[in-house]
């Protein structure tokens, strides 16, 4: 990232939220369910399909907790009535995870009996590494209680992601997504090397492919993307026996010139009233990110 980039990433909790906002923008399907079903149907008519994340993560009151199952509930009920193609996706900080373990698992079964009942799936998406242990722990207990309708993630950057996914493999495989990791954590416990964290990322492609897991290829890393090509050709896949995933409006070029290559693509699609905490995590990593703030800056308002 060039010097300039690495400023404005410094300097943007000093940015005024509107501009964050104006600049994030593409990133959020909107603040309301409403306008993820637009954005969805928009995603399915042209080929893609989705996965939902309602925005907010670390709470404070369980009474936030149960707010967001049953928002949660309510996304799945309303991709049912819409008929849309897509699951979604929850951090299980939203559902209470570091406040009460027993009463996240009670928010979290209740979602995934209901998304069962629709015949729909949730993924458990991964946060820092302070949650990992517990958010495998609750994904075993569900999986222990016949629910399978439930997707993990794993983070190529932690240097565990290799020994979870082949106790994954040993209790009986399931369905994953591959990203490299957001959140920053010490050397001691994570990869820091952009090279180190993609070979970790396509040598566990192949553990989970050779494990015959289900795998969400999460990446817009275009090296990445072409090493999973060779990786799905050497185990002889179908294009239904794993997908590539990527966030709503990064690397649109790539994401279509994957799909029109017969693999199937996965878009996530947050929105929600909290999307100041996902923006400034997307924009971190968007490499033009000094062009857009400063556009964003000095442009008129329409
Ligand atoms: C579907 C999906 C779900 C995810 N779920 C989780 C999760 O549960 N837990 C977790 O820790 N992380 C999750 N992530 C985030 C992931 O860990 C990475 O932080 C993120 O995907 C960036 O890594 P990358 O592989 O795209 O590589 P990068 O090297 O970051 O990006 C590759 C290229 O993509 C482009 N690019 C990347 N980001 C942007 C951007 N914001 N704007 C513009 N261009 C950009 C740039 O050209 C960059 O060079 C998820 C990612 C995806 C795609």
Redesign the pocket.
């Known amino acids: 990232m060039s010097l300039l980039n690495r400023l404005v990433v410094a300097t943007l909790p000093f940015v005024p939220k509107p501009i964050v906002g104006a600049v994030a923008r593409r990133?959020i399907a909107g603040v309301t369910l409403e306008e993820a079903v637009v954005q969805i149907r928009s995603l399915n008519s042209r080929g893609f399909v989705a996965?939902t994340d309602l925005l907010g993560e670390y709470i404070t009151r369980l009474e936030e907790a149960g707010a967001n199952e049953k928002l949660i509930e309510s996304i799945f009920q309303t991709i049912g009535r819409h008929r849309l193609l897509s699951t979604a996706s929850v951090k299980l900080s939203q559902l209470g995870l570091l406040l009460d373990t027993e009463a996240c698992y009670r928010n979290v079964r209740s979602i995934v009996v209901l998304a069962e009942s629709l015949g729909n799936r949730l993924t458990i998406?991964?946060?820092d590494s302070s949650t990992v242990d517990a958010t495998w722990d609750i994904y075993y207990r569900l999986r222990s209680e016949g629910l399978t309708n439930v997707g993990m993630?794993s983070?190529a950057y932690l240097r565990r992601a290799e020994p979870d996914i082949r106790t994954m493999i040993s209790r009986g495989g399931g369905e994953i997504?591959l990203?490299?990791?957001?959140?920053v954590e010490p050397e001691s416990i994570a990869f820091k090397s952009?090279e180190d964290v993609r070979n970790n990322f396509s040598r566990l492609l192949d553990v989970m492919f050779d494990g015959g897991c289900r795998v969400?290829i999460?990446?817009?890393?275009d090296v990445?993307v072409d090493k999973a090509y060779g990786s799905i050709a050497r185990h002889g896949l179908k294009p239904n026996e794993y997908e590539f995933?990527?966030?709503l409006?990064?690397?649109e070029g790539l994401r279509n010139t994957i799909l029109s290559t017969g693999h199937s693509l996965?878009v996530?699609v947050p929105f929600g009233e909290h999307w100041y905490a996902y923006s400034v995590r997307?924009?971190r990593?968007?490499?033009?990110i000094a062009g857009y703030v400063f556009k964003a800056m000095f442009s008129r308002p329409a």
């Open positions: 990133y996965t998406d991964m946060e993630v983070q997504r990203c490299k990791g957001i959140y952009r969400g999460a990446t817009h890393d990445l995933q990527m966030l409006g990064v690397q996965r996530y997307r924009l990593e968007n490499p033009q």
